[in-house]
């Protein structure tokens, strides 16, 4: 059976003498309202750190940028230009959203949200810690890539939707990019799941410890490769740079958002931001030992829920830092580079990674790369009498 | 309850969809409204607890098939399908002969009997939908299967994924002068 925050919730006394209450008062058995209530307060709450999140990436690309190539950056709205994020988003919601006359007006106006509703929706399965996992899903990683596919056709639709000749092309690259770089992303995704023997998030991570020596990424060589190509097929995934493509300004004006304005383009800015951080997470959490946290400190309470928070989002935020960096570090891609890189260098890489994970498992019984030498170390050293 | 909400609301994604696809003259927002019926399947499998195959519907037709059908629309210049008069439609009112409306006839008939009298009672009959959405594991069970008692069908369909890449490779490769 699933796991879910509700029934994580369900285990504590409080809930069900709530349960019991609402039961008493209402009249009838509140449990599904309950579960309802509790479903809805923790997306509520999910959705809204996460647009906090991305709100406040965009001031840390803008900082970062700034540090990078001596600037100031933002430092004039709140402390140390803090609250820049909270103008520009007052800005989007007061700006006027202008629609294109010859553009599609449905397609145009659909295309943000499929967006937004493709990374939103994979946020349903991200492991924030044992607990706070909105749905553990037996699927987990599966749906995690088949919902976040409709953010590349919203991505398309709205190059199409424009009737504009910058969107369109950025809008082909996007989709062609998206599809490409889903292949190596899953097949060095698909590693992890043989060693650790399950879909869902929950058995992934379970399967690492809090220690480095633990996490997938240093299990063996094949996985420690696979983590780098998952990465940069994340990036590319993402659009971000040295893969932004379908935005390339110099080339594109804006890609394929060229023609929005408004709350529609802060849709697109928000879903780019939001699927960066997604996929940092899962990153995280597939190779880089997730929530685990050291010797289990905090124990099984509240205490050592805010202590996974605490480990799930210092790495994840530590890997947003490289995407950050990544971009006002190295130029773009031209789109035959990119198209080389993702199925002459990335898609082979990723299947050979994979096939010999595969005999690593068969060959050592699924030890860790650390284990072996640990324990050769010992019997070298004359332990083990 | 749940188990019910979702059921409904997939339903109607799937029904709403599938006549917004025969409905609209836009090709490219019949592909839309193609995805909003198949994401309404997708739903269909989840309340009958099948997880995998719903995750594998979106997989496959949201980021797979619309993706490569709107790519072919556009670029065989569909976008301005409403203009043209490719199919003929509009040419003759009267679509079809004598022999094809007696077809059509029959095969509506039929459909329609198949349909109230051996399909609708099966229905109502069925099993009510899973209301405290309890599902077993069913990955594990798909993954046996597919090694075990479908192995066949499992290596054919590969080989034959595999001959469609190589096909698609051969065609789409520069011809050497």
């Known amino acids: 059976m699933n796991e879910t925050i509700v029934t994580y919730f369900a285990k504590f006394e409080w809930y069900k003498s709530l349960v019991k209450a609402l039961t008493e008062m209402l009249g009838f058995n509140a449990e599904p309202l309950m579960v309802f209530l509790f479903f809805f307060l923790a997306a509520f709450i999910v959705v809204n750190v996460m647009a906090v999140t991305a709100g406040l990436a965009t001031y840390a690309e803008r900082k970062i940028s700034a540090d990078l190539q001596l600037r100031m950056g933002p430092n004039r709205v709140g402390p140390y230009g803090l609250i820049q994020f909270l103008a520009d988003g007052v800005k989007f919601i007061m700006k006027e959203g202008i629609i294109p006359k010859s553009a599609d007006k449905f397609l145009f106006t659909l295309a943000p949200i499929l967006c937004l509703a493709g990374v939103l929706g994979s946020l349903t399965v991200v492991p924030y810690s044992s607990g706070f996992i909105l749905s553990d899903l037996d699927i987990g990683l599966f749906f995690l890539i088949g919902i976040s596919s409709l953010v590349g056709l919203g991505i398309f639709l709205g190059g199409y939707a424009s009737n504009s000749k910058w969107a369109m092309l950025g809008g082909m690259r996007a989709a062609a990019q998206i599809i490409s770089y889903e292949i190596p992303v899953v097949i060095s995704g698909l590693s992890c799941v043989l060693l650790a023997g399950g879909l869902s998030f929950t058995t992934l991570i379970e399967a690492q410890t809090g220690f480095p020596q633990g996490w997938f990424v240093f299990h063996n060589p094949f996985t420690f490769i696979g983590f780098f190509v998952f990465f940069i097929g994340g990036l590319a995934e993402t659009n971000r740079a040295p893969f932004d493509l379908p935005e390339a300004e110099s080339e594109l004006v804006s890609g394929y958002h060229t023609e929005y304005s408004g709350m529609r383009f802060a849709f697109f800015a928000l879903a780019e931001y939001i699927e960066v951080f997604v996929v940092s997470g899962v990153a995280v959490a597939l190779f880089l030992g997730g929530y685990n946290v050291p010797f289990g400190l905090g124990g099984d309470g509240i205490l050592g829920q805010f202590l996974q928070l605490g480990a799930f989002f210092s790495k994840t935020l530590a890997l947003y830092y490289v995407v950050i960096w990544f971009r006002w570090t190295l130029p773009r891609l031209r789109v035959d580079h990119l198209m080389t890189l993702c199925w002459k260098y990335l898609t082979p890489i990723a299947i050979f990674n994979l096939i010999g994970t595969g005999f690593w498992l068969y060959g050592f019984e699924g030890k860790s790369l650390f284990e072996l030498l640990f324990k050769s170390g010992a019997a070298a050293a004359g332990g083990g009498h | ?177």
């Open chain 2, 1 to 177: 309850m749940f188990g019910n909400i979702l059921f409904l609301v997939s339903a109607l994604f799937s029904v709403l969809g599938a006549v917004g696809v025969v409905a609209t003259k836009n090709i490219m927002h019949a592909c839309v409204y193609l995805l909003m019926s198949l994401i309404g399947v997708a739903g269909l499998y989840l309340t009958l607890g099948a997880d995998f195959v719903a995750a594998t519907q979106l997989v496959v037709y949201v980021g797979g098939v619309v993706i490569l059908m709107v790519f072919a629309v556009m670029l065989t210049g569909g976008a301005d399908s409403q203009k043209s008069n490719r199919f003929g439609i509009k040419k003759t009112p009267m679509m079809g002969s004598i022999g094809t409306y007696i077809a059509g006839g029959i095969s509506a008939i039929l459909a329609s009997y198949i349909v109230i009298f051996r399909l609708l009672p099966k229905v109502f009959e069925a099993q009510p939908v899973n209301s405290t959405m309890a599902f077993d594991k069913t990955v594990e069970k798909i993954g046996m299967l597919l090694v075990s008692d479908h192995v066949l069908a499992f290596e054919i369909s590969s080989v034959l994924l595999l001959g469609a890449l190589v096909g698609a490779a051969v065609i789409a490769r520069p011809k050497r002068n």
